[in-house]
């Protein structure tokens, strides 16, 4: 068993857990990736308002493959030829007994997409973000448009939660300069209804945020364009903004084009409820990459790529040791996020038969705070794990 070897493609939340799971088993483990550290999304909302320095929302892989002691390699994922259990690398070709893909998700790209800017792109975007955002504060004043986009054919690709979090949090700094009043703030969805996934709670209460915060709303209306300083919808109206903070909706990584792996016609990798691929007994796709099966309102998340990623390395263990035990993943499937608003946040949660949501003034922040801190510590080994997180 220990010569077996395990290929993980991606560093981001799955990949990673999945290599600490499978090194607790003692199975000898290669992660790619093709950025030399693990990327914290979720706490990467605080950048652009300069309350957290860019390093502190990352942890170098170096670092993890010292405490965890799988091999690293950076490189960039080009194809993957699952029917000679191999990989082909930008610098090299890889073969493995057993693959797991975690490389995440592309987005879908409007046309004038590089006249906007995401929280959801690649991690340095962030920065750009904060320099805008700090520009904007210098002047005093401007007009500011944030907004999500739709993806018809997967509903679990789109990500407002995030949205919402900068949204919040700008509003939180704005009125600590009392200059929120010289803002106009504009909120843009496809969607009638915003944050309607979180379910009836979670949507009656942005309604009440937004009306007392008296932000703007552009709903219902297909985003068709951008350029320089304006949104252009299905109407051929249009939203003029100074700053414009837009995150796609995902669809599949482009990897998938050039490999023999199944996916779905949103671009996402097939797989069944122990997250193994179809038409494979090798290899497993994980994360945002993988075609979610579940009720309507289920989103791609981090915490699901945990499971995932925890599960994957287990069926993996088992079927080294021929046992025919399993662990699914679609029994986990929730909503669960605190939504952070520079000053307190709202916890949100999601099941099949319940929603509810907790407004958590001051402490939810403080608790979200403590979320990054735990991340980080305790897939550095120097906080104990809490079973499930
Ligand atoms: C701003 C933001 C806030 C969020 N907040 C929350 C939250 O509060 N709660 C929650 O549960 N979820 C949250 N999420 C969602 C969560 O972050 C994702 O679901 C999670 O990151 C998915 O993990 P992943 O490993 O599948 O993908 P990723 O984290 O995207 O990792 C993909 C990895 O693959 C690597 N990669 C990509 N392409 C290649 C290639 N060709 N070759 C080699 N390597 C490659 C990347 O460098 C990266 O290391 C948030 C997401 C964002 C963007």
Known sequence: ?????????????????SAIYLRKQGIQVTLVSDRDYLFIYPISIWIPVSKIPFEKATIPLKELQKVHGFNLVIDRVKSIDSANNSVIL????INYDYLIVAIGANKIKLPGIENTMSICGAPDQSLVMKDRFDALLKKGSGKIAIGYGGNPKDKSGVRGGPAFEILFNFIHVLKQKKIRDNFELTFFAPMKELGKRMGDSGFAMLEKMFEKEKINKRT???IIEFSENKIIFEDKSTLESDYIMYIPASTGHAVLAKSDLAFSNSGFIKIDDNCKVDKTENVYAIGDIALIEGPDWIAKQGHIAEVMARNTAYNIGQQLKNSNKRKGYKDHLNILCVMDTGNGAAFTYRKADKDFIIPLPKVGHWLKQGWGYYYRNSKLNKFPRIPGM
């Open 220 to 222: 219902g209306k297909k």
């Open 1 to 17: 068993m220990k010569n077996q070897h395990v290929l993980i493609l991606g560093g981001g939340f799955a990949g990673v857990e």
């Open 90 to 93: 930008e610098n090299q070709k």
